[in-house]
Each structure stands twice: as C-alpha cells, then as structure tokens.
C-alpha cells in the first residue's frame, strides 16, 4: 500500500499465507494497524493525540456499552436509574464518572490534535481528506456529546436540549416545524429523549467507521512531521514497532494517570451542578450553560445582539455552524505550500492569537452574558472569522517563509537532542564499515 | 471560492462589530443598573469534612449526628428519595437499629389494604427509602408558602460549593443589612421569605431550620449541639447521601494512580531503552571520522565481536 518504501504484507506463517490468498483479511489488518507502515522518525509528542483520541473512543464505547445494561430512557426513570448506577450497581459509579470525564478528555485530546493540525499545516496536500474526515468525526463527537449530555434528564440535560434544538426555530418558516420534528414533540419529552439514546448508542458506531476511513485516508501519503517536509526515502522513517509504540505506550499511561485523577478525585469538576437536579420543565435554570467543549461555540451564538438586516439569532446560529464548516476550506484558503508553522514566522504569531482567541471565545461561553463578556466574545469572534477568512489567505500569499531544511534527516540532525532517535538512518552503512 | 469566503469572513466580523459597538453605546448611556445580589451575596465559608482530600473518609460518628439534625428537623419538610434506610449501614448502624429506625419513621409508606384495595399506609421496612413527608409536590408546596423544599440526597452535588454551602446557608440567616435597604429599597425581603447573603437571590422561603443550641440533643461524647456544630454535621450527612461511596471512591483512585504510575515509569523506562539502544549502536550520518562517532562504531563492533 500506499508509498514506494512501505514494506508490503509478506504473510510468515503458513495459516496466515492460506487464510491471506482466500481472504485477505490479514493483509486489510496489517495495513490497516500501520504494520510495516514507515513512520516520519521525527515526529514529537504532539502526534500522540491521534492515538489517544482512539483510546478514548474505545473507553467511551465500552463503558457506554455496560451503561446502556442499566440505564433507563424514561422521563420518570432516567435519573433514578443513573443514580442506582451510581449506588447500587458493583463499580457503576466507576463507570459513569469514567464515561462522564472521557467525554471531556476526548474533547480534550481531539482539540489538540486538531490545533496540532492546524499548525503544522496537516490539513494541505495530499492530506485534505484526511482532515476532512477528521473534521466529520469531529461534528459527529459534539452530535453524540451532546445527545448523550441529555440522557441522565437533570436540569441541564433537559434545557440544553431545549436550547440547542431551539437553535433550529432560528430558521424562519421552516425552523419551528424542523425543531418539532427532531424533537418529537414542542418541548423535549419522552420521544425526544428515546430518540437521543437511539442515537447516542449508534454514533459512536459510526464515528469508529469514520475513524477507519480517517487512518486509511492517512496511510496513503503518511504521517507529516513537524519539519511539514516530505518524507524523501526510507532513512526519513522508522518502522512504527518498536520505537512509535513504545513512545505511544508510555505516553498514554501517563496520560490515563491524569484521566485517572479526575475520575477519582475530580468526578465533578468538569460538569455542572444543576444536572444533579432532576429536569424540570417549569423551572429555568438562572445561567443554562453547554458542557465545558461547546462553550467557543456558545460564546459565538451569543455574540449576536444586533437586528442588522436579519435577525440576530440567525445570525448567531449562522455563524456557529460556519465557525466548524469553514475548516472544512481550509486548505483552500491557506495556499502557502510550506507547511510547517516552524517556517512561517508571520503565520505562526497568527496561530498563536487563534489559540488565545479560542481560549477567550470558550471562557466568555462559560460565563454569564453580561456586557463585558458578551463584548469579549463580540471581539473574538469577529477575530475568528477574520483569522480563517481574511487573514490566513493574505498571509499564505505574502508571507516569506524560512528556508526549509533539505530533508528530514538533515532537520533531525541540526536538533539531535530535541527529537527522537537520530542515527537510525545509518544502520546499513554502519554495518557495511 | 476565496473571495467568496473572504466576503462571508468580512460579513460576519462586521456585523459583530456592529454588535460590539451598539452593546458599547448602550453599556455607555445607560449602564445597567447594580444589583442587591451582586453586592450582597457571598460565597461559602471555608467547611473543612473528614471526606475531604483524595485520602477523605467519612467521620462516622459525625454522620450519625447530621443523620438525627435531618430525621428530628429537616425531615419535617425535605425528602431523602436515593437513599433507603439499609444504607443507614454506611453509618455504622446494626441491621436491629435499622429496623427501628424505620419502623419509628414518623412519615409511613403508601401501600394499598390487602383487603379493601383502598389505598393506605404502612410502617417503613429497612428496605425503602426515606419517606417524602409531603404526599406531593402540590401539598409540600401548600404547606411551605408555596416554595417546594427541594429533595436533599444529592444537594451537595447540586449546588457550587457543595457542602459548605449547605453550612453556609444554614448559619446564614441574619438581618437585612441596613445598607442594603438604603441603596436597594425595593429589595426588601418580602412577607414569608427569609434574608440569607449565601442563597442566590438572598431571600429564600425556608425558615431558619437550626436556631438554638441543643434543639438536637446528641448522645454523651459528643461535641456541644451549638448551631454551627449541627450545621457542620448534616452538612456531612448530605455529603454521604449525595455519594456514600466515597471513600470507596478514594481508595480505587489511589490504587488506580499508583498502578498507572508505576506503569508509566516503566514504560518510560522501556522507551528510552529503545531510543539509547538505537543512538548506541548507530552511526550518525555527519562523518564516520567525528570522534564520537568512531567511538560508536568501535564499541559497536566489539559487541558485534568483530575485531576494530
Ligand atoms: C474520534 C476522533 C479521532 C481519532 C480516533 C483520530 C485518529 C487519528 C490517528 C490515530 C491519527 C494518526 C496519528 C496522529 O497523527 O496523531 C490521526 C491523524 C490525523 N487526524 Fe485524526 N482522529 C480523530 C479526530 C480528528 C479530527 C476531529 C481532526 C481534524 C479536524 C483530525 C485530523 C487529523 C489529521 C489532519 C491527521 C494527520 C496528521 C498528520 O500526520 O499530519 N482527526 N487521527
């Protein structure tokens, strides 16, 4: 598959080269799981995410699995049951702290991965679809999220719900029928919530297909590299085993201990108090806040206050779905063919104020909607959309980029000490010497 | 497509502009008013509990006493609905305490006569759970000025601060600050609502519940029943019946992080293994004749048992 230097399948064991000439079930796995799959040997730790994000799709799968054993999608009975899950069943409040904070630390790990992305210029040629790819996957994440936030039926699942599905009504003419359609009913209820959990059980599903897709999109041209330079021949590379998996392996138990803490130490640090309160549809919450990774979105809906030609809430949820949709155009919009942030100095201090700007965004999403935080927001959404829409396609085209270095090999060389194994390359010639 | 996409960019940053500058000039000619909440709430005071910290256990005995604050008090008007009267248990009381307890529960469980099939009621068995003292929602809140005394098994998970807001709240009850009242007239608490700084809107409809040292009389051995103390105890209980399984919690965790710890380092240990394996035994591609890497390559054959 994929590039000239990666080694192609060679079945060692008969009962693999019988099954493999039937069926080429090993040979699909073998390329699937990056065997023989040649890996840039300078990639640093901001490429472990990827991994990680695997990681936590497989936790969220399989503790939701054993959840869904208990749980009870009725609007009388939901919130009970997810309280004799924390009570009554052995290990369930295990369980359900664990499938509550790998939520957040999947967002965690996906906005990283995806902010690495966007540095190190990931998403540009040959790459766009896998980007693409990832960014369904993404949406995807916050549709699951976000139906699965609604299931316990506390104050906060209930109006979440009735605020994000209201988003819809923003639409004129077609809105409200749409939002009733979705929701089942005028306000979120028993077939509303039967529905979420229909779905919330499928997604990931189908988020673990889209992440198949993602990884055989990636196999083909390979991993980039910090350096954003092509990989040229096979001493750019090291064999994924056993160097990546080794690196991957520790930093992914190390990362789990930080999980870990929060699970036991800090189960409720990142969710919100008022889910602790059974949904009542008469009561309104005094602050109705989205879960901690929606809060930049958030910040953008509320940013509109102003009628200017259409409605502001149009323009609000207008602007909150175009903030995701245009990721999608950006490697049509960043035309620079460097891709590496290390060589861009005017684009690098641009990625930097993002960053900070989104950091902004999701605090004043976070916060309540008084005029100094609604202003922030204003501002940094306004920087948002400039950013990706004015600024990144005037730099691309009048930044001067950094002379790229002539090959990995040669970039490993110069920072020997910051980055991985150097001295692999010479593995023949030490040999032959 | 860019200058399509670029317009849409533009599009969006100047309505928000637009937005920005209206919300400026509205915020400029006319500030919105202060509020009394904002000036006179407060946040809780500091409550230290036994089940604090990542090595946090319950303080049984002290549980036991916030048990008697809710059953003699707070149980006249708040339910208990998650928890049932063999969770009692976690508390350190024996199956026949139990027993008694719910068979002396003031409230009684709706049952149905077996033989009329006319709805009744019956003696608590350890296996219910707490009794609501209201039969509805509609009759807690006739009887409470029509506020509904909200259900208290997860209230320390319910509100920010937890418990020492549940112990803020009932040693918060004071007059209205004379201040107040002069810059915030029409913030008078009013008939039937009590004024408390810690409660979000700083009047809420529950009466002070715990006014006067010793209302409950706790067994010898124990601290003084003074107001605090009673607060500081059922603030505890609640932390217990928000999650009785803490300090199971807690001990899991500490196992949990040693082991990811422990499987850390090694695996760290491991990984550098495999790099400094691979640094050690390689030559660099800069030049057989730098020194260093002669040195490698020297020691490499002599491992490899060729003769440098
Ligand atoms: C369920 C969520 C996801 C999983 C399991 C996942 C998994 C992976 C894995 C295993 C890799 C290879 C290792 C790495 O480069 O870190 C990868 C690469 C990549 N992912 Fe994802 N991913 C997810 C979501 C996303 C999202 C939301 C985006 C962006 C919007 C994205 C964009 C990319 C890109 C551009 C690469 C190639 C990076 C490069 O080699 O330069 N992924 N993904």
Redesign the pocket.
Known sequence: MSFAWAKPYEPKAPLMRWLDERLPLPRLVYGAVGGGYPVPRNLNYW?????L??LF?TIQIVTGIVLAMWYYASVDGAFNSVEHIMRDVNGGWALRYIHMNGASF?FIV?YI??F??LY?G??KAP?EL??M???V??LL?MATAFMGYVLPWGQMSYWGAQVITGFFSAFPLVGEPIRVWLLGGFAPDQAALTRFFSLHYLLPFV?AAV?IL??WA?HIP????PTGVDVKDEKDTLPFHPYYTAKDGWFAAGFLLVFSLFVYFLPNYLGHPDNYIPANPLATPAHIVPEWYFWPFYAILRAFTVDFILPAKLWGVLAMFSSILI?FFLPWLDKSPVRSGNYRPVFKRFFWLLVIDVLILGYCGGAPATPLYVGLSQLAAAYYFAHFLIILPLVSAFERPLPLPDSITSAVLHHETEQGPAGTLATGRAAAE | MRYILGLVGAVFSVVLLISFFSNVSTYWSSPPPKTAEEEFHLHPKHLSLASDGPLGKFDKQQLQRGFQVYKEVCSACHSLSQVAFHNLEGLGYTEAEIKAIANQWPTEVPSVNPETGEPATRKALPSDRFPAPYANDTAARAANNNALPPDLSLMTKARHGGAAYVYSLLTGYRNQPAELLKEFPAAKTPQGLHYNPYFANLNLAMPPPLTSEGQVVYAPGNPKPTVDQMAKDVAAFLVWTAEPNLPNRHATGIAVAVFLLFATVLARLAFLNIRNQKKATLVRETGVLEPENQAKSKRAKRKAGIDG
Not at chain 1, 222 to 225: A, D, E, I, R, Y
């Open positions: 490429w472990n995410f990827g991994i994000a695997g799709l999947f996906t991965h995806i690495r992305g190190y990931s998403y790459r896998v980007w790819l990832g960014l996957i993404y994440m988020i992440v993602h990884i990636l390979g991993s980039s590299n990721l």
